[in-house]
């Protein structure tokens, strides 16, 4: 899945796409990428990103979804400008943003500035984008990763019962108080913002769908391992002051479920032999945050908040 690809092979890709194939690949260059290859591509004295789907990414990726979306979201002007997807294996080329970095959590917690920009780009994304073609589903998507799992012989770590019918009850409060479903990023990992100093991108819409918003700020908060003072900044960014106790709630809610719901996508990526990453350590150790969070003594009082 992982393994680089020669310039031939690259060539043969950059042949698919009417704005390289004329002149070629002048030079490429490896970037990161969980499930898929992604290089820096140079053309024509351009740059450009091209991201090749990694191998069984299919079984649970739609990828006309995924170029809805993405595109909603370049119309938007959250997310990059997309220069070619090919819908029937998602391969898409990007324009490179120049002078722009990649974010980290490291990144965040130094630059109270970009963690504005991200709120400003999520609210963005949240009020302006159209309405993608697909709703995010979290407990559907998440069984449905449980069959796979228990079709490949994965054992679960003790209290994972436990951890689904927390899940559940506060997957219920949500849906007592129902939101309006917005276009959602859903994988808000802090590497997928891009920042230029004046101006946040937001990428890699594999994931999304129309969901809470509130998912996105704790999933968010989650990748960015940020403390109570960032989740604080974060809020008050998105809307523009004090948030209201309820979608403090939300976000607190969220956190939690976006943790068993990755950590069960990670133990997948395991079980599928996903060599980037020890994905069990690290499903394993979402699970285990979950768990904590769900058990800690403010965690009944946000689920309550949400019917304020």
Not at 202 to 227: A, K, Q, R
């Amino acid at each position: 899945m992982t393994e680089a690809f020669s310039p031939e092979t690259l060539a043969g890709y950059a042949a698919r796409v009417p704005e390289l194939a004329e002149s070629g690949v002048a030079g490429a260059l490896r970037l990161g990428g969980l499930t898929n290859l992604n290089y820096l591509i140079v053309s024509s004295g351009q740059r450009y990103v091209m991201r090749v789907p990694g191998d069984g990414t299919e079984r649970y990726i739609d990828r006309r979804v995924e170029a809805i979306a993405a595109r909603s979201a370049s119309a938007a002007g959250v997310n990059v400008d997309i220069v070619f997807f090919d819908e029937s294996d998602g391969l898409m080329v990007t324009r490179f943003v120049d002078g722009s970095t990649t974010m980290s959590p490291a990144g965040f917690a130094a630059d109270t500035g970009a963690l504005k920009r991200a709120a400003a780009v999520l609210h963005r994304l949240h009020t302006t984008a159209e309405q993608f073609a697909n709703d995010f589903q979290v407990f559907p998507t998440l069984e449905e990763y449980k069959s796979l799992l228990i079709a490949k012989g994965f054992v679960f770590p003790d209290g994972w019962a436990e951890a689904e019918a927390i899940g559940a009850s506060t997957q219920a409060a949500l849906e007592a108080n129902p939101v309006a479903l917005v276009p959602a990023h859903c994988d808000p990992l802090c590497e997928n913002f891009i920042d230029t100093g004046d101006r946040m991108f937001l990428i890699d819409f594999e994931y999304s769908g129309n969901y809470d918003p509130m998912w996105d700020l704790g999933d968010f908060s989650v990748e960015g391992s940020f403390t109570a003072e960032q989740d604080a900044a974060l809020l008050r960014a998105y809307f523009g002051g004090e948030p209201p106790a309820s979608q403090v709630g939300r976000m607190t809610a969220h956190k939690a479920l976006c943790d068993l719901f990755w950590a069960a996508w990670s133990w997948l990526q395991h079980v599928n032999g996903n060599p980037v990453d020890d994905f069990l350590v690290y499903g394993t150790g979402r699970y285990e945050r979950c768990m904590r969070l769900m058990k800690s003594e403010g965690f009944p009082g946000h689920i309550a908040s949400i019917a304020t």
